[in-house]
């Protein structure tokens, strides 16, 4: 069964700081990996996606096949990162998703 | 932009009623959306994949009778808390797919907070 595991319900850091948001993940298929935000009263959106390899508003994040994780990272946290962020997976019928707990990111000034 | 809307943002209804939360695809079509329950502070649960022109799938654990769902048009599902009771009280969440070639680009309502009195 597919399953998104985030460890960290709460991750603070100072601002300047590197900061790594963890996911893990288990899946029988290939799965597609996600990042997705939510800023304080706003709707869930999209970050960003394993297949993009691609770095949005500074954050990276590579899958990690052996270790099944998929962290999120970026080596200097700004204040207007903090918010809920969610790892998704996406597989199966009909590509449905399947989210972590989410990791709520604080960054203090 | 693709946008997805919600109606009502919430609502507030009393046990043993039913309310219909809407999800409209605004400026594309959706074959498939998906309906999700989020409780405070926890994470968004999969309750359904809703289809245009056919029955609704549903998770493992989510009452088919009691989370009626329709997918009557490519740009609107509705989502009916039937028979409603105070633990129905929830944060409700639909999105849908914007399919583009083989991407599927999935785009999330504003979400619909239901209250049972």
């Known amino acids: 069964a597919q399953r998104v595991t985030q460890p960290e319900k709460l991750l603070s850091v100072f601002k300047g700081a590197p900061v790594e948001l963890k996911c893990n993940y288990s899946y029988s298929g290939s799965p597609e990996l996600f990042w997705y935000v939510q800023y304080s009263r706003q709707r869930l959106q999209l970050l960003l996606r394993?297949?993009s390899r691609e770095s949005i508003k500074g954050f990276t994040a590579d899958l990690n096949k052996g270790e099944t994780s998929f962290h999120l990272k970026k080596p200097f946290a700004q204040e207007e990162d903090s918010a809920m962020y969610y790892c998704?997976?996406?597989?199966?019928?009909?590509?449905?998703?399947?989210f972590g707990s989410g990791t709520k990111l604080n960054v203090k000034p | 932009g693709a946008v997805v809307s919600q109606h009502p943002s919430w609502v507030i209804c009393k046990s043993g009623t039913s309310v219909k939360i809407e999800c409209r695809s605004l400026?594309?079509?959706?074959?498939?959306m998906f309906w999700y329950r989020q409780f405070p502070k926890q994470s968004l649960m999969l309750m359904a994949t809703s289809n245009e022109g056919s029955k609704a799938t549903y998770e493992q654990g989510v009452e088919k009778d009691k989370f009626l769902i329709n997918h009557a048009s490519l740009t609107l599902s509705t989502l009916t808390v039937t028979s409603a009771h105070p633990e129905d009280s929830s944060f409700y969440i639909c999105s849908a797919t914007l399919t583009s070639g083989r991407l599927h680009e999935q785009y999330f309502g504003p979400g619909t907070r239901l209250t049972v009195t």
């Open positions: 394993h297949i």
């Open positions: 998704a997976l996406r597989g199966g019928n009909f590509n449905k998703f399947y």
């Open positions: 400026d594309f079509q959706a074959t498939t």
